[in-house]
């Protein structure tokens, strides 16, 4: 794999006011930055450094695993919001929505819900598993990745996520991803 980060999909104060620039410069600067570093340095000389990195996170445990899977996971939180996001989906995914949950609504309530009640650190996801959208969460590292399910978009729960602009108010950093953040379009193309 190529040990360099994604650039993110947007400029680093373009989620403000609902995630400032400082919060983007730390969290992919500083958090992302120094996973992506430490699995550099776990594989110099390794065969595995010529491996995918979702092969890494697939094969993997202990301290490569929590790395090679925080690099994964960061790169698909950045995907999984946009400028101007927020709201509803539409079209296939929607309606799929629909058919699991009974209403969009009923999905965000969910979604918020079992994301605030996280323990600790972690991540929120909206996964499809056995042909059926899930909302699942994560502790630390973990990634439904590696146990199945398809992830279409996650939220980070980790504190270094909202502590700067939020506190200790994740219930109120959650609804703002879901009203304000979420791209749904990248979780259309992940649904697909
Ligand atoms: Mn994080």
Known sequence: MKFELDPLPYAKNALAPHLTEETLSFHYEKHHQTYMTNLKNA????????????????????????????VWNHDFYWRSMKPSGGGEPTG??????????????????????????????????????NGKLAIVTTSNAETP?????????????????????????????????LDKLVNWDFAAANFK
Not at 43 to 70: H, M, T, W, Y
Not at 96 to 101: C, L, Q, S, V
Not at 109 to 118: M, R
Not at 151 to 176: F, G, M, Q, S
């Open 92 to 129: 296939a995914l929607l309606d799929a929505i629909k058919r699991d949950f009974g209403s969009y609504q009923e999905f965000r309530t969910k979604f918020a819900e079992a994301s605030v009640k996280q323990f600790a650190s972690g991540w929120g996801w909206l996964v499809v598993e």
């Open 145 to 177: 990745i590696t146990k199945g399910q398809k992830p279409l978009l996650t939220c980070d729960v980790w504190e270094h996520a909202y502590y700067i602009d939020y506190r200790n108010l994740r219930a109120k950093y959650v609804d703002t991803f």
């Open 43 to 70: 594989l110099a000389g390794k065969p595995e450094a010529d491996k995918a990195l979702e092969e890494i996170v697939k094969s993997s445990s202990g301290p490569l695993f929590n790395n090679a899977a925080q």
